[in-house]
């Protein structure tokens, strides 16, 4: 009796290996919503499900192989070099003079402050991929000032908001620095093709912001007299030391970048290295500084490099059960166009930015879905571009969008129901962003194209 329960309950484990492979996602997804550590649970189920499917000894043989060969990927050297630039920057305080100069220069228009938010932000967004750290320096920088000056509350926020998530965007942008080596794209290509859109984003922004301006002047009204210098010189300065120097440095570490001079990691060396030498510059240097700077990329950088060694592994577990190929298939069948197929891509990255950072959809949606779109011959460079731009909108998506939480922190009087409103209409004006780069792929491929002679 027990012996035929026993082949029973065999039975009923003799599952393919591609159905196995749906539980492992199933498994992912349940363990990630409810809160399990990412990297940890990625590894766990890939040992489990691995032992399921194809065995022990194959399963340890594969995490063995992706652990080494993330660490042997020389590309994602860059990511700490890039966040350690950003912090440096932070910490000499350009951000700030570059805001106050641009405030004040522009002082007697209408929405100005909303103006020098977003200009501050390609900017800030330029030096640093880090969407938390862009929104806070923004909220600490503008808030206070637009409260004093009587601004819209929501529009307010929206702009802070919608401006710090640029820097996923901009390049050099650490997202597409990983997302290069997932889609087997180069990094260079990526930061081409990234430019236009990043620019056509902060353009619909400023359009929107100073709109709004136009047809309802109380919105943004200029700012009050005593906070208007008299002396022009000193306006032209403060332009000069926040905005020339940060503009050479980024321009050198990206310019070599995308003119082949450099790779992306000798690329981000250069431009660290020159971000101590401007906090040397402007007097910010300190021992201390460069502690907390070094402590906070090394936090950053291996939640990111773990993250990747640990969805490598899992995707490569999952691929050798064979379910990417049966969910190819499937989408195949449907009879579909390509364009139906990214559409629909798209609308679950949206929903997934929701409850999660960019770094899981990266690493372990993308890998499971790219093989669809490259039976499809879909252009995977306007794509990865067409994520980047999608997962910048579910910044701004209630109910999680963690941007709301990040702005709330370091401006409290601000009610959280005005933020997600605020948040809201760049939304909107983020999906029209969105539609124009899947309606016009040129917008992201032309300039790749141009430079390189290919996408």
Known sequence: MVRRDTRKVAR??????????????????????????????LI???????????????????????????????????VPLFVFMGFMME???????????????????????????????????????????????????????MNRSGYDVRLAAGTITAGGTLGILIPPSIMLVVMGPVL??????LFAAAIFPGILMAGLYVIYALGRCWINPKLGPPLPEDMIPENRSIIWKELFFGLVPPTILIAFALGSILAGWATPTEGAGMGAFGSILLAIGYRKFTWAGLYDALIKTLEISVLILFLVAASNFFGAVFSRLGTPTMITELLLNLDVSASVVVILILALVFVLGWPLEWVPIVLIILPILSPVL?????????????????????????????SAYFLKG?????????IYF?????????????????????????????IYGGG
């Open 44 to 78: 766990f189920l890939g040992v489990v499900f691995g032992a399921w499917g194809f065995g022990v000894k194959l399963t340890v043989f594969l995490m063995t192989l992706q652990f080494y060969n993330s660490m042997m990927e020389q590309t994602l050297a860059a």
């Open 410 to 418: 370091v401006v409290p009087e601000w009610d959280l129901k005005d």
């Open 91 to 145: 910490q000499a305080g350009l951000m700030e003079r570059l805001f106050a100069a641009i405030q004040m220069m522009l002082a007697r228009m209408k929405g100005s402050l909303y103006l020098a938010v977003l200009f501050v932000s390609v900017v800030f967004g330029a030096a640093t991929g880090i969407v938390g750290a862009s929104v806070t320096i923004l909220g600490i920088m503008a808030a206070k000032t």
């Open 12 to 41: 009923l484990m003799e599952f393919s290996n591609e159905i196995i492979g749906l539980f492992m996602i199933g498994a992912m997804l349940f363990a990630i919503f409810i809160g399990f550590p990412i990297s940890f649970t």
């Open 374 to 402: 490259l039976e499809l011959q879909v252009d995977m460079l306007w794509f990865a571009i067409l994520v980047a731009v999608c997962l910048q909108t579910a910044w701004l998506s209630p109910p999680v969008a963690l």
């Open 184 to 189: 087997e794209i180069p990094v260079t290509d």
């Open 422 to 450: 605020g948040m809201m209409q760049f939304m909107v004006i983020q999906i029209l962003g969105l539609s124009l780069v899947f309606l016009f792929p040129a917008i992201a491929t032309w300039l790749p194209i141009y």
